[in-house]
T-cell receptor, first 109, second 112 residues
Framework: GQSLEQPSEVTAVEGAIVQINCTYQ??????LSWYQQHDGGAPTFLSY????GLEETGRFSSFLSRSDSYGYLLLQELQMKDSASYFC??????????FGKGTTLSVSS | KAGVTQTPRYLIKTRGQQVTLSCSPI?????VSWYQQTPGQGLQFLFE???????NKGNFPGRFSGRQFSNSRSEMNVSTLELGDSALYLC???????????FGQGTRLTVV
């Protein structure tokens, strides 16, 4: 089967940098995705890594190491609006995304 | 381009009843997936449909079923509702490459 592990909660202050880790066990692995979900909202796509290395999109970056079955989401220059849940998800061959249980990020001033 | 539309947004049902939820994907998307979200459990995969065929199924009892129509619209049905079925049910659509899923706002089901 598949499993993903990520921390349940992370807290930080505005302007700080936060890293949310994700380890996974799965077969037929294609890539690792990250989604953001605000309270009461729908999950929205942040990033996708199919190859090892760092992908940067503005204040957010995502990293993947296929050999370690590990990835992380890096959020820089944190803002209050970044308070949300963040989910890692594995993309597998011929199937839908499988999600982790999510990390709740609380940003304080 | 219209997003993923789920109806209804909210539902209240009593135990033992059945319910049908609807999802209209983004135009051109053939893959539709359903997830159940409860506090602390993340998004648990229910099933995925692709071109009217169920391609994958998660670890849920047979009371949970679904289908997809020729226009890619999908429905899921839950029969003999239990209190534990209270959750946010999310539908996501994606292109054939499946690298990015687009979610609807969900249907909030409350079973009393």
């Amino acid at each position: 089967g598949q499993s993903l592990e990520q921390p349940s909660e992370v807290t930080a202050v505005e302007g700080a940098i936060v890293q949310i880790n994700c380890t996974y066990q799965t077969s037929g692995f294609y890539g690792l995705s990250w989604y953001q979900q605000h309270d009461g909202g729908a999950p929205t796509f942040l990033s996708y890594n199919a190859l090892d290395g760092l992908e940067e999109t503005g204040r957010f970056s995502s990293f993947l190491s296929r050999s370690d079955s590990y990835g992380y989401l890096l959020l820089q220059e944190l803002q209050m609006k970044d308070s949300a849940s963040y989910f890692c998800a594995v993309n597998q061959a011929g199937t839908a995304l499988i999600f982790g249980k999510g990390t709740t990020l609380s940003v304080s001033s | 381009k219209a997003g993923v539309t789920q109806t209804p947004r909210y539902l209240i049902k009593t135990r033992g009843q059945q319910v049908t939820l609807s999802c209209s994907p983004i135009s051109g998307h053939r893959s539709v997936s359903w997830y159940q979200q409860t506090p602390g459990q993340g998004l648990q995969f229910l099933f995925e449909y692709f071109s009217e065929t169920q391609r994958n199924k998660g670890n849920f009892p047979g009371r949970f079923s679904g289908r997809q129509f020729s226009n890619s619209r999908s429905e899921m049905n839950v029969s003999t509702l239990e209190l534990g079925d209270s959750a946010l049910y999310l539908c996501a659509s994606s292109t054939d490459s499946n690298t990015e899923a687009f979610f609807g706002q969900g249907t909030r089901l409350t079973v009393v």
